[in-house]
């Protein structure tokens, strides 16, 4: 019962997440909700490790973290108009 | 025991998610969606993470456990980081702050770096 109602809030979270990527007025705001929406995964695969007992699935946080955060750094520099070695 | 006091953690986590998105989508402008999005979750998702180590038990699943210290480290280390450059990238590229916003010391401080072109 806990376990559900955690996924329904963590699913909320993710919908807010995206209605900010859809109706965000520029690009900063829906690359911000990107990042967020990595962060709050981390959140959804660690209640899966949690109840199913596999480990592996905070594998898929940790890597989806970074790979989050890559990308966001990324699209930061990209808005910047400047290249990553600056 | 361990798992109802790793239960507790985790509500208090996922209340903070619930308020970092809320805040997310009901203030006004890029910077300030930013901090109350970015603070409330990175801190949240922390307190899960200490939530799911507790409940799980350190000694018996010794995998998860460490698994989640990573995660929480390296969480803690990347999700200001990249907020700090997000912030730096919007400036740059012209978002405007909200008209009510009061003071603005970046620009005080480096007026060459004002943005060429404002976006709304």
């Keep these: 019962m806990f376990f559900i109602l955690a996924y329904v809030v963590l699913l909320a979270c993710c919908g807010m997440c995206l209605y900010r990527v859809g109706r965000g007025p520029t690009a900063p705001d829906r690359a911000m909700a990107i990042d967020i929406l990595g962060v709050v995964v981390v959140c959804f695969t660690a209640l899966l490790a949690l109840k199913t007992g596999e480990a592996f699935y905070m594998d898929i946080g940790i890597a989806w973290a970074i790979l989050s955060f890559i990308?966001?750094?990324?699209?930061?520099?990209?808005?910047?108009?400047?290249?990553?070695?600056? | 025991m361990n798992s109802v006091m790793g239960m507790i953690c985790v509500a208090i986590g996922l209340v903070f998610n619930v308020l970092g998105c809320i805040g997310m989508i009901r203030l006004p402008d890029m910077y300030n969606r930013l901090q109350a999005s970015t603070k409330c979750v990175t801190m949240g998702t922390s307190m899960v993470l200490i939530g799911v180590m507790i409940a799980s038990g350190f000694a018996h699943s010794a995998q998860l456990s460490v698994r989640c210290i990573i995660c929480?480290?390296?969480?803690l280390i990347a999700a200001p980081t990249a907020a700090h450059a997000l912030a730096h990238g919007a400036y740059s590229f012209?978002?405007?702050?909200?008209?009510?916003?009061?003071?603005?010391?970046?620009?005080?401080?480096?007026?060459?770096?004002?943005?060429?072109?404002?976006h709304e």
């Design chain 2, 72 to 75: 929480m480290a390296f969480i």
């Design chain 1, 71 to 86: 990308g966001t750094i990324a699209l930061a520099k990209h808005l910047e108009g400047r290249g990553f070695d600056e």
């Design chain 2, 94 to 118: 012209g978002v405007r702050l909200w008209e009510k916003s009061i003071v603005n010391r970046y620009e005080e401080d480096f007026p060459q770096k004002a943005p060429k072109q404002e």
